[in-house]
């Protein structure tokens, strides 16, 4: 079909070879002791999927008690802690690590030709503390929930609240270190793991873009753990670092807290940039247009990152002087962001477009992301923000760069690397609609959030004003089609385990050192680790290697 | 919105509002807002527009159907130069108009009228100058700007009156302030809206513009008897400030006479304007408010004395304009028998008619 | 292209590439893995100075705002004991340096003396912080635990400290702050202390691993990063000296 540029072998032949990563070794230790990253990765697929489904059944929950104005389906406290609980899980436990500890570990150093990250046991470290965190978060959540909110704002959550915030402060204490040493590994392995030839410039955009995550990830996150132990502190042995009453400051847990949180959304959503830049190359069958522009927004989007997080304290009684410095500096971090947008928009010109499903969620992440984005600037502009923050705005602003922007770039990815990981296709029918639903679903939820939120509905709140509630159930009706859209992936990923056509090697024809090896791949990726004469997303190379191509042995 | 037609600002407000789709505009700050609030949304449709039509054309002109090669390009530094420059332009000028409009919500003009506002779970309690008390409820008239000066009991809460296009944090241990000028009478809504604990939905209220009649009208009804000022007189005597603030030469502590707007030189020689927040840390942290050629040994009154008490103190020691109201007040005092010759600090004896700290 | 091609096409892949026993198959070179981790540790480090870099932050904030309380507080802390910890620690950095030479040199016995005696001087060194946090805890100084602001309100009843420095009374309110300082002292040097103890057990480790003849036969990759680690701590150590000990010191 020439609609696709799909290319599978022959299915009445083809098989999954039989030595792979999956079938090197068997057995439950195997997998709990590897330090094979691919292993590791689809470990921590599993473990986030789990964790994106416990966040969701809580999103449930606030849409269906925000139906009707009065909080009556569950108690306000149950309400504060679902809502709490959702922020928590979805952030900490599955965003943060989703594309870079499933997608980066996988296919970090298959990019960049190595046979493993630099220190595979610092990467099942890294696992084992995200499960560790996991599990001590779920027991909060049985235990009795916390209910500050994910920003656990001080003096509530110090002096206020008697839920389980030092347990849910620890569980995210250690799920930052877990973020830590996948960072840190991944820097070490793009600094001193690349294959011969491989210069900085010939790397995938998804290095780039994992690269600049990682050093928000190294240099964040130990803000957030300090701020964390200090909440501890003061909640057990209670001295007032944060008290007023005691000469301490309210607004310095804020500071050290944002200082993290805001490098983390870009910690968030740069490895998901990475995922769109490879997907739109692949299926427009061009390199990405302006690739050393893209390249260097990812790392000034980090940097910048670090100097802007004061835009969440806007109101918050800082001074008007430093609502200047943080509102430019917030103007000059969005321009990156538009940079790239226009720059996947032009690798489409003049290339030959196919709309497989991992490209219509690129799509989906190029609008959904705009909006987004712009609406982030309804935000940092300190004159619109004063009326905008802290409502549903808000809210809908980051749903639709998290959700319509990360998770879409997500499943654009999981398609993608699909039949890399599993030697497998998903089939493409039923994916397609599922991307659908998934978008029609997306903006029935979001949208009328951003219309709430100029009515000035607040966030956070269990019940509302009546005139509100149309708004409400048109976003409750549009979660659930959202729903129902993120859980067909489930069901046809696993069917596809089984019954899924055989992929070979590059059944998308991508560049990419990790199309050029089977699917499944090796433990050790290569045999020999190649030598790297060609830049990034080069077609034409992939054209002449398909003409030497000797035919398979076996 | 001078430049803007009338007839689609009709549109954009009044019709979006009676649709609930748009929050009233009853402040003289919320059209200049709005004003802001629609140019980003233009920019950000047209932005939108632009990325949709690329892509979708894009997507046609160039399907593998149709273009079945693909043309390997690089790049354009002059592309890239365009849209670096222009979205960064627009979104300088939405940061300047932005910091006017912020610079003017939270600079109150001088003749604004003030009413104290104190949040704590899960209520709002307004406070008039003139004693009377609100609790979820804010009136004020037409044609007057009004400042709120805000501080939390406890966590932090916020303020917010959507439909003056107005919102401030209320924080445990400082005053912040925000003002308005409301233009059209009527009933609008009072949020919360910093989550706050368990009630954090239920702290809302009611905004009642009058018009200044009205007002006056209301006013009359609603009072309590005693006004801030009054009310902090009681408290500053039963307290036993007194004691060392008075006027009398061998006084242990300055006289409050006109220190509310003066510059003040402190022991450790830095030189302070007296405004609301210097008297509130004056009275809980006094050990870093000495006044020069005083002996640092006023007591702190941190736990004493509640925020509201705190504001009454403060309504108090704005009005001494004299001497002589100073000298009233201590006459008052030496009239309660517990008070004589109390050691500064202790704590008030509970008096009748006293208000509750 | 897949894999199996590139197997038939290198026929000469049996041959094995030589490497030392201790170098991990996803590495081509020993020097590629020792840069990598070497690299890492830096890097680890970097993550640390961020940690230490939020209470650093707090700690200056409240310094500057509370300056009276600070100064009086920290006139409770013995310079000679912490001048004593300086040394012990500037000590250990020196015998752990001497330790990587001997590893260099692969000097087996010298290589242990060394990590003994770092091990020794870590040891004394959290030693003297017990004794010192006894002193607070005998003092009421902990926060927290019945936490007094005696003497500091009035300095005389503490004639030990007073008889150096003379401080004068400090007001309730700046005395309450007092508090806040030591809940910074404990909070950092806690922190210190926590790296400390991480690191004499690693230490521990290392000994017995020196003894069995690891790190002198060439791989010595395990003690230089250690190295690291611990001039690391020890440098946090010469920040939190002076911030807390020399306050008032000119």
């Keep these: ?554 | 919105m001078d430049h803007i037609s009338p007839v689609i600002w009709q549109f954009l407000v009044k019709w979006m509002t009676s649709f609930a789709l748009f929050p009233p505009e009853a402040s003289k700050i919320a059209p200049q807002m709005d004003a802001l609030y629609f140019f980003i949304v233009l920019v950000s449709l047209i932005g939108l527009t632009i990325v949709v039509l690329l892509v979708t054309s894009f997507s046609i002109l160039y399907s593998k159907r149709r273009h079945p090669v693909a043309v390997q390009i690089e790049g354009s530094t002059l592309l890239e130069a365009t849209w670096t420059i222009i979205p960064l332009g627009l979104f300088l000028m939405m940061f300047v108009w932005g910091a006017l409009i912020y610079f003017r919500v939270y600079t109150p003009p001088a003749n604004a009228m003030n009413i104290y506002v104190v949040g704590k779970q899960w209520m709002w309690k307004a406070e008039h100058p003139g004693g009377q008390h609100e609790i979820n409820s804010l009136h004020v008239p037409t044609g007057q700007p009004i400042q709120l000066t805000l501080i939390s009991q406890d966590v932090f809460h916020s303020f917010s009156i959507p439909a003056f296009r107005v919102k401030r944090e209320a924080i445990p241990g400082r005053y912040t302030s925000v003002w308005f000028e409301a233009t059209v009478p009527g009933t609008y809504h009072l949020f919360c809206t910093q989550y706050c604990g368990t009630e954090h939905s239920h702290m809302i209220g009611d905004v009642v513009v009058l018009t200044p009649d009205d007002y006056k009208k209301w006013l009359a009804s609603s009072t309590s008897g005693m006004s801030l000022a009054q009310n902090g007189e009681r408290l500053f005597s039963s307290l036993s400030c007194t004691a060392c603030h008075n006027t009398r030469p061998d006084a242990r502590g300055p006289s409050l006479a006109n220190v509310y707007g003066s510059t003040l030189t402190l022991s450790s020689g830095q030189k302070v304007s007296v405004d609301d927040a210097y008297l509130r840390d004056a009275i809980l942290n006094p050990s870093q408010h000495i006044t020069q050629g005083f002996a640092p040994i006023m007591p702190t009154y941190q736990g004493q004395v509640s925020e509201e008490g705190v504001i009454a103190l403060v309504e108090y020691i704005k009005s001494l304009d004299s001497d002589y109201r100073v000298q009233q007040t201590t006459a008052t005092t030496t009239l309660l028998p517990e008070s004589e010759g109390r050691p500064a600090g202790a704590k008030p004896a509970a008096t009748q008619g006293m208000v509750k700290p | 292209m897949s894999d199996s091609t590139v197997i038939a096409q290198s026929a000469a892949a049996d041959e094995h590439h030589a490497h030392p026993p201790y170098q991990r198959h996803h590495f081509e070179t020993i020097d590629q893995q020792n840069d990598a981790t070497n690299f890492a540790m830096w890097l680890f480090l970097l993550t640390e100075i961020m940690f230490f870099g939020g209470l650093f932050t707090a700690y200056l904030i409240y310094r500057n705002w509370y300056y009276p309380a600070f100064v009086a507080a920290s006139h409770q802390l013995d310079i000679f004991w912490g001048g004593l910890n300086t040394l012990l620690l500037i000590s250990s950095s020196f015998t752990m340096a001497m330790g990587v030479w001997c590893a260099e040199t692969r000097k087996q016995s010298g290589l242990v003396l060394c990590l003994v005696l770092t091990f020794v001087l870590g040891l004394g060194f959290l030693g003297i912080k017990s004794i010192e946090y006894h002193e607070k805890w005998e003092k009421h100084h902990i926060p927290g635990l019945h936490f007094s602001t005696q003497s500091f309100a009035d300095p005389e009843s503490d004639t030990e400290v007073f008889e150096k420095y003379h401080d004068k009374a400090l007001a309730p309110d700046m005395a309450a702050h007092t508090e806040l300082y030591f809940f910074l002292y404990f909070a950092m040097t806690g922190m210190h202390a926590l790296h400390m103890i991480i690191g004499i057990a690693i230490l521990a480790f290392m000994i017995v691993r020196a003894r069995a003849g690891a790190y002198t036969n060439g791989h010595l990759a395990f003690v230089e990063n250690f190295g690291l680690y611990w001039h690391f701590v020890d440098i946090v150590w010469i920040f939190l000296f002076p911030l807390l000990y020399l306050i008032s010191r000119h």
């Design chain 1, 1 to 554: 079909m020439s609609d696709t540029i799909v290319s599978l072998p022959d299915q009445a032949t083809a098989r999954i070879p039989k030595l792979n990563y999956l079938s090197k070794e068997k057995g439950l230790l195997s997998w709990l002791l590897t330090g094979d990253h691919k292993r590791i990765a689809i470990l921590y697929l599993i473990s986030i999927s789990f964790f994106f489904f416990i966040g969701g059944s809580l999103a449930a929950l606030i849409r269906l008690e925000l139906l009707t104005p009065q909080s009556d389906l569950m108690a306000t406290d149950t309400y504060n802690k679902v809502f709490s609980m959702h922020g928590i899980v979805m952030i900490f436990f599955f965003l943060v690590p989703s594309v870079p500890a499933t997608l980066g570990n996988f296919f970090i150093p298959m990019m960049l030709g190595a046979k493993d990250l630099a220190l595979p046991k610092i990467n099942l470290l890294s696992w084992y503390l995200y499960m560790a965190a996991g599990m001590m978060g779920l027991y909060t959540m049985i235990a009795g929930g916390v209910d500050t909110g994910w920003t656990f704002t001080t003096p509530l959550s110090t002096h206020y609240v008697n839920t389980h915030v030092i347990t849910t402060g620890v569980a995210i204490f250690i799920a930052g270190f877990s973020s830590i040493f996948t960072g840190l590994n991944f820097i070490v392995t793009i600094h001193k793991m690349r294959a011969p030839g491989m210069t900085w410039f010939r790397m995938p955009l998804f290095i780039w873009a994992h690269y600049a995550a990682s050093i928000l990830m190294v240099l964040g996150t130990p803000v957030l753990a300090i701020a964390i132990v200090l909440v501890a502190l003061e909640r057990t042995v209670g001295i007032g670092v944060f008290d007023p009453a005691k000469g301490g400051d309210p607004l310095l847990f804020q500071h050290l807290f944002w200082f993290y949180s805001h490098p983390a959304v870009y910690i968030m959503i740069l490895p998901g940039m990475g995922v769109i830049s490879e997907v739109i190359s692949t299926f427009s069958r061009k390199r990405v247009f302006g690739y050393t522009a893209v390249a260097f927004s990812s790392v000034a989007i980090a940097v910048f990152g670090f100097f802007v997080w004061a835009h969440h304290m806007f109101i918050m009684g800082i001074s008007n002087y430093a609502v200047l410095v943080f509102s430019l500096l917030t103007m000059l971090v969005a321009v990156p962001s538009a940079i790239k947008i226009f720059n996947w928009a032009f690798t489409l010109y003049k290339g030959s477009i196919t709309f497989e499903t991992p490209m219509l969620y690129a799509f989906g992440f190029m609008g959904l992301f705009t909006i987004g984005g712009m609406t982030g600037v309804f935000l940092g502009t300190s004159g619109t923000d004063i009326h905008l923050t802290e409502t549903y705005f808000i809210v809908a602003h980051f749903h639709f760069v998290m959700v319509g922007g990360m998770l879409m770039a997500f499943l654009a990815g999981l398609h993608f690397w699909w039949p890399k990981m599993t030697g497998r296709m998903y089939p493409e029918k039923i994916s397609q609609l599922a991307a659908l639903i998934t978008f029609i679903g997306f903006n029935f939820t979001f949208f009328p959030q951003f219309i709430l939120g100029t009515l000035g509905m607040p966030r956070r709140y269990a019940s509302y004003p009546p005139e509100f509630q149309v708004l409400n159930v048109l976003s409750s009706a549009g979660a659930s089609i959202l729903g129902v859209g993120y859980l067909l992936p489930v069901f046809y990923l696993l069917w596809s385990l089984k019954y899924g056509a055989i992929a070979g090697d590059n059944p998308w024809q991508a560049t990419g050192l990790e199309w050029q090896t089977q699917s499944p791949p090796l433990t050790e990726n290569f045999t020999e680790i190649p030598i790297v004469d060609h830049e990034a997303y080069d077609y034409e190379w992939l054209e002449r290697q398909k003409e030497k191509e000797v035919p398979s042995v076996g």
